[in-house]
């Protein structure tokens, strides 16, 4: 089998990797750089025209991050024929998201003068959605391309990340032997507050795609989640004490959900006074409805749980009126996760981040280039910070703290997975070089007999 990474290697990006079984092309994932709305964002799809047997007859999509899903317009336009899978959820959540990430594009390309790739239109998305194949976890689908020279079939995992997010194994024929590929992509061995941990294939596996996100973070596998739990309701209850506003930046899928139903245990618990109002707003009102709608059929602990249970108020689109709110003790669940520019949460920080008695707290990952870096160095060596194109560098007054609640798995975790997994070779993506870098020598280490390669744009791996 070949395997080629087409996404940036060097960093988090556009995760997509192009694999070719036996005359059967698979494309995995098909992500946009976060942040990077230029076509310099997505993934190197120019690299399949060297090969004329570099067919696609097939896109995978494990879940609906942009970072996995952002270049799928582009896809589309160029290999219109190619069949489109991933889970029912993932199916229920891009009925919602792409539309709104072409109008998302379609604004920013106006305030930044910045043309992105080509998206697609509301009626595209409409046609397009309509052929997805949805899939149910843990059932065998087909995947064998149309000159396929042996039979490929695949099966989604639940991997504990978001909702909808799956691993993906593939299994196939190859020189008259039985082989398999397991693709983890984003994944979270270990329950969160509404998904359970992930679940993965029984070994063996010859080849294992492991993502690496926390390989650089030594702090996260020091701390347990319920430490980080506490941490942070101690911290918004100090903040709503000394009259100051709360603001979380989440990921509009996942940490948003995940941190409504944090601040319902809290409140239930009498931690947090009940009459404080929540603020939500935007796309992330629409997903939680995707939540809710599917609790019975997605893995969850605790199916009766609905996220719209959680009482909330919609953040008021006026400026008149989100200043007025502004005013009062409240919590405001935001996104962008990462803070980036023009978004809610950006712009919610900068009217913070002078107000000593406010506090924004990170609850999910913040890779290093993201306006939500720059705020927590600033805070944590006292100079100033400057959010957004037109924000005025500002001293940072406000608490702010970053608290480990990811989606991902800690980096032993994601060793204990290869031990158990036991894979011939394992492909590390998905992670900054540092956080590669530490994984592929504790890999080596615990577990010299797998090969470790790091992947590299463009280069092509036969496993
Ligand atoms: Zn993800
Ligand atoms: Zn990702």
Not at 72 to 84: D, E, F, G, Q, T
């Amino acid at each position: 089998m070949l395997l080629i990474p087409l996404g940036e290697s060097n960093k988090i990006g556009a995760s997509c990797y192009y694999l070719n079984v036996e005359g059967t092309g698979i494309l995995l994932d098909a992500g946009q750089s976060p942040g990077d709305d230029s076509l310099a964002g997505l993934p190197r799809f120019d690299i399949l025209d060297e090969d004329p047997d570099w067919v696609i007859d097939h896109v995978v999509i494990t879940h609906a991050h942009h970072d996995h899903v952002g270049g799928l317009p582009s896809v589309i336009r160029k290999w219109p024929h190619a069949a489109i899978h991933m889970t029912v959820a993932t199916r229920h959540l891009l009925d919602t998201l792409l539309p709104a990430s072409a109008r998302l594009q379609a604004r920013r390309a106006k305030e930044t003068g910045i043309t992105g790739p080509p998206s697609l239109t509301e009626e595209e998305v409409e046609a397009v959605t309509y052929l997805f194949q949805g899939h149910t976890l843990e059932e065998d689908f087909d995947l064998t391309g149309l000159l396929g020279r042996s039979r490929v079939s695949a099966r989604f995992f639940h991997s504990g990340h978001v909702l909808g997010a799956a691993g993906l194994l593939v299994e196939f024929e190859e020189g008259g032997l039985r082989r398999r590929l397991f693709y983890t992509s984003d994944t979270n061995l270990r329950n969160q507050t509404i998904h359970p941990g992930g679940e993965y294939p029984d070994p063996p596996i010859d080849a294992l795609v492991l993502e690496s996100t926390l390989g650089a973070d030594g702090d996260i596998e020091n701390t347990t989640r319920r430490e980080e739990e506490e941490a942070l309701c101690s911290a918004i209850t100090r903040t709503l004490a000394r009259g100051g506003r709360v603001l979380l930046p989440v990921f509009a899928l996942g940490r948003a959900q995940e941190v409504l139903a944090l601040i319902d245990r809290f409140k239930r618990r009498g931690r947090i006074p009940e009459t404080v109002p929540v603020y939500t707003s935007g796309l992330m009102r629409g997903v939680s409805d995707i939540y809710d709608r599917t609790r019975f059929s997605s893995p969850r602990l605790d199916p009766e749980f609905e996220v719209y249970g959680v009482e909330q108020k919609r953040m008021p689109r006026s400026q008149a009126g989100a200043s007025s709110i502004l005013q009062e003790p409240a919590i405001h669940v935001a996104s962008s996760g990462m803070m980036m520019e023009n978004t809610l949460s950006n712009r919610l920080a900068q009217r913070l981040l002078g107000d000593e008695k406010s506090g924004i707290f990170f609850v999910g990952f913040v890779k290093e280039d993201a306006p939500g870096h720059r705020l927590l160095e600033a805070a944590s060596n006292g100079s100033e910070v400057s959010l957004g194109y037109l924000h005025e560098p500002q001293k940072v007054r406000c608490e702010v703290e970053k608290f480990r609640l990811t989606g991902h798995s800690n980096r032993r975790d994601l060793i204990s997975l290869v031990q158990r997994l036991n894979p011939e070779i394992t492909v590390l993506v998905h992670g900054d070089p540092e956080a590669r870098a530490w994984m592929a020598d504790n890999i080596r280490f615990f577990h010299p007999a797998t090969e470790v390669v790091l992947s590299e744009q463009g280069r092509l791996l036969t496993l």
